[in-house]
């Protein structure tokens, strides 16, 4: 067992070698029965016995009460989000959940296909750096149950405490964090944990549950999803996972010997207090995570940026060291997850992986002890005359102009050159090929050249084919490592965690106008802005192979693509029901599936899900654009051509607005946007979202800066970029 590698992994995470052990040696013959456990029926008197002493253990290291219910399941924990709201919440009732990270947003978008959900608490405002306190907790009076993640995984974000909700049943999902430390399984109705983390192996999810919460089942909910009928059958309805079931076993077995959950929570408190020193004793390594709000379970540090991520270094993990960082998926950092029985002894593993990289960093001519740490304490808004400026700028103070951070990552896309390229090859153009079409191919032939050396990776407003993948790929081509996500917010965090080179989110259209989400996650991420498309748009109605054309009873889209072929519907399809999802690709998907469906989307999720165009462009107005924005961490240079965007909040006083936009008039700088949008201060405050023609470097606009920000409470330079070329 010398080879064996420290294990750092969320999940699957390591076993205890004993255990892997026991289960090598009975793997051909179970205890002298002639066969494996793989291999025998799970109603044979053999198996019963593994299951009833898997339970039995389960039940004595946690003392769960005779009125719970313990069931063994398939599907992991993220099957428990739909199957949850199915038990235990009825139709047309109510349940409250609690934000504090991405596994609890996915039970909270689940549980919102069943139901209403009411987003108790978000840590969001903290940018999931710390919990809120329960007394700021908005509970409704008649909730079916409430909903909380007690650990985040990915975030490293975790309770300390259990909430207090009255009656109400509470709900956690305990993956990363049951066995961990002893538990009062009575103040729950139901807990539920993949066994990937401290149980057993992957594909097995642990239930236990108040048996007054049985039978609640709506009369919907698939007879396998029955929390009721899995426990009136031992959970053996149809044939469980019983290897996975087995090796929860031998665990439990394990972790008695050990001395059970209190043994645990002593080894576990050691481990996570090594990894906390060594990190906040770091130059280099910063945990942003409130310190009353640390996960035990799950470490992330990160690095000051994104420049420091392992793709940049060559430095080999020493071969006693993990075989897998476990690198969060949106956060540019190094995640230790000290789950189940990743070794007390091996955490010096991590501290002197980091001393091994810092050095080398001083041998690569980089800083290493001189680099200026990120703040350890969450961001907070500074106090002063007026906390707007904390709220507009976190860091900033009134009457300071201030320019989102600038990370300075490796430069593999500099916007400069590109814009000057492109620009260039246009003007020298004399055909055949029009301008737009040469612009293509040198975006092409730029994308791959780039590629060569380092490809680069974009996160857009998701999923495959929507008119953000189709803006990200015009801007960059099609060289790029391209990754979807779920919502605006999510484009933000990978770009500002370096998990992502660059991210593209819609901005503005020409016919609907701005898109609320990007401007308030700007109000929110310290980011900048480096770039911008303009995309035509154009919708085509859309149908599948087996779609019947003369019996179509619904079209899906997007609802901004509904109101901008609102007209053309009237007139072609004016009984048809429209019907609204949360993407124009999530509707090009659907249509597959249906007969009698179709959908308005654009021609890359028409080519991706193989779709025919019934009818093409039938948006109401042939000009229909839409503007993306092109985030990073990179501030470029001024090319001569260029757009800036700022924020401003300035005091509640009769002509404000009037002075904040003086300075352009008199300059003549030529704006070409201006929005309001709530403050994150106070009731009735706004911020201005201004963007204008010029570079924030040019002595003029300097000094236009300089004045507005001598009347502002504060002034945020997001960023100046190049204009959109094509």
């Known amino acids: 067992m010398n080879k064996r590698a420290f294990n750092f992994c969320a999940g699957p995470a390591a076993l205890p070698e004993p255990v892997l052990q026991r289960a090598q040696a009975e793997l051909l013959d179970w205890q002298g029965k002639g066969l494996s456990v793989m291999e025998m029926s799970h ?53 409250d959940y609690v934000d504090t990270g991405i596994w609890s947003r996915k039970a909270i978008d689940e549980a919102r296909r069943f139901g209403n959900v009411n987003v108790a608490a978000s840590a969001k405002p903290n940018d999931y750096f710390s919990i809120p306190a329960q007394r700021d907790w908005q509970l409704s009076k008649d909730a079916a149950y409430l ?58 999810v642990v239930v236990i549950v108040r048996e007054d919460l049985l039978g609640r089942a ?12 899995a426990a009136d059958n031992g959970s053996m309805y149809n044939t469980p996972p019983t290897f996975a079931w087995y090796l929860a076993g031998l665990i439990f077995q394990w972790m008695k010997e050990q001395g059970g959950v209190e043994a645990m929570g002593q080894v576990n408190d050691r481990k996570q207090r090594k990894l906390y020193q060594a990190i906040d004793a770091s130059a280099l390594y910063n945990n ?20 420091w991520t392992s793709r940049s270094w060559p430095v080999p993990r020493p071969a006693a060291c993990s075989t897998s960082r476990a690198t969060a998926r949106w956060a540019a950092c190094a995640r230790r997850s000290t789950t189940r029985s990743a070794r007390a002894r091996s955490m010096p593993c991590w501290p002197t992986w980091r001393s091994s990289r810092r050095s080398t960093a001083d041998e690569r001519g980089r800083p290493a002890e001189g680099i200026a740490r990120p703040d350890r304490q969450p961001g907070r808004a500074h106090h002063g005359a007026d906390q707007r400026a904390g709220a507009l700028c976190p860091g900033s103070g009134p009457g300071q102009v201030r320019v989102a951070a600038r990370r300075r990552a490796a430069v593999y896309f500099p916007p400069r050159a590109r814009a000057w390229v492109l620009k260039h090859i246009m003007e020298l153009n004399k055909g055949p090929l029009d301008n737009e079409e040469m612009a293509r191919l040198f975006r092409e032939i730029m994308s791959s050249c780039l590629a060569l050396e380092q490809p680069l990776k974009v996160a857009y407003l998701g999923p495959e084919g929507t008119f953000t993948q189709a803006a990200a790929l015009k801007h960059f081509g099609h060289a790029v490592i391209s990754q979807p996500m779920a919502a605006i917010d999510e484009v933000f965090r990978e770009v500002v965690a370096g998990a992502v080179n660059f991210g593209v989110v819609p901005v503005e259209n020409s016919t609907e106008g701005a898109v609320n989400h990007t401007l308030d ?68 998907k659907r249509v597959n599936s249906e007969w009698n469906s179709a959908a308005i989307a654009g021609d890359m999720a028409a080519q991706l899900y193989g779709l025919s165009k019934l ?25 001569g051509d260029d757009k800036t965007s700022i924020i401003v909040s300035m005091r509640n006083k009769p002509g404000a607005l009037h002075e904040l936009l003086m300075p352009f008039h008199t300059n003549g700088i030529d704006l070409t946007r201006i929005e309001t949008r709530p403050s994150r201060s106070g009731k009735w405050t706004y911020v201005f979202f201004i963007d204008f023609v010029g570079h924030h470097q040019d002595p003029l606009i300097k000094d236009v800066l300089e004045r507005i920000n001598g009347e502002a409470v504060a002034l945020k330079v997001l960023g100046s970029y190049p204009k959109a070329v094509l």
């Open 218 to 229: 709506r009369s919907s909910c698939p007879t396998m999803l029955d929390y009721k009928v």
């Open 521 to 588: 996650s700007f109000l929110e991420h310290d980011m900048v802005i480096c770039g911008e498309v303009e995309l035509r748009i154009h919708h085509h109605l859309l149908v599948g192979e087996t779609t019947k054309t003369d019996r179509i009873t619904r079209i899906y889209s997007h609802a901004q693509s509904l109101a901008q072929c609102r007209k053309w519907l009237d007139a072609h399809y004016p009984n048809v029901e429209r019907i609204a999802v949360s993407s124009n690709a999530d509707a090009a």
């Open 288 to 307: 942003p995570i409130a310190p009353a709000d640390r996960s035990w379970m799950n470490v992330p540090s990160a690095w000051p940026t994104s420049a």
């Open 147 to 204: 909903h909380y993640t007690p650990n985040e995984t990915i975030g490293g974000l975790e309770f300390d405490w259990i909430p207090d909700v009255g009656e109400v049943p509470l709900v956690a999902d305990m993956s990363s964090t049951i066995l961990s430390r002893p538990l009062d399984v009575s103040r729950f109705g139901l807990i539920y944990a993949g066994a990937q983390k401290n149980i057993g192996p992957s594909g097995l």
């Open 615 to 639: 009818a093409e462009k039938i948006e109401d107005r042939p000009d229909n654009s839409t503007r993306f924005l092109i985030i990073g961490s990179q501030e470029v240079p001024p090319t």
């Open 43 to 95: 109603r044979s008197d053999e198996f019963v016995s593994i299951a009833e002493k898997a339970e039995q253990d389960l039940r004595d290291l946690l003392s769960i009460p005779s009125n719970y219910r313990v069931l063994f399941l398939q599907g992991g924990a993220s099957q428990q989000f739909a199957q949850i709201p199915l038990n235990l919440l009825p139709e047309g009732g109510k349940a």
